[in-house]
């Protein structure tokens, strides 16, 4: 052990176990990823250089549609957005490209299904004065600063009161 190997073995039934688990797993590789043993590590390798290659796509893609939807935002004026498979950071760009494009300075964004999450937009005297109306209608919790607010929904139904709270305020 010290400065030298460790070693270690099985015999009997525990060998036969253990090889009877090895052939198992070998043989569940080989048909997953449709090569013999001796090319496993190459094709698990262009696996993860694929999705890699995937999620720098993804992420290209869901920036574009963020500039997208954002641009529209602020040319129809509208403050409020929804989209089911919306994630924060969907949200979070639509927002900022929203901004940029010149659109209304108070924003209701929302994804998710029943519940999910929200990304509010408005003056920071405005959002502290209205926060508590929004959560309790968006039955969520969340909190931010710099005149955004973010968090989770548990049911997102009430989106439209917490627009017209925001609205109104």
């Not at 449709?34 to 920036?63: F, M, N, W, Y």
């Not at 309790?136 to 009430?158: E, F, I, P």
């Amino acid at each position: 052990v010290r400065g030298g190997s460790r070693l270690s073995y099985v015999a009997g039934g525990r060998a036969l176990r253990l090889m009877r688990a090895s052939t198992q797993r070998s043989f569940m590789l080989n048909k997953a990823l449709k090569c013999g043993p001796t090319e496993h590590v190459a094709a698990v390798q262009r696996l993860l250089d694929d999705a890699k290659a995937a999620g720098r796509s993804q992420r290209a893609l869901i920036g574009e549609l963020a500039e997208l939807l954002g641009q529209r935002m602020a040319a129809s004026g509208e403050g409020v957005l929804h989209r089911p498979e919306s994630d924060l950071g969907l949200l979070k760009g639509i927002a900022d490209a929203c901004a940029r494009a010149g659109g209304p300075e108070r924003l209701l964004l929302t994804g998710g299904e029943a519940g999910g999450v929200f990304l509010i937009v408005a003056p920071d005297p405005v959002l502290q004065h209205v926060s508590p109306a929004i959560l309790t209608a968006l039955h969520g919790r969340g909190g931010g600063r710099g005149g955004r607010m973010q968090g989770k929904s548990t049911d997102l139904s009430g989106r439209f009161a917490a627009w017209e709270a925001l609205r109104e305020a």
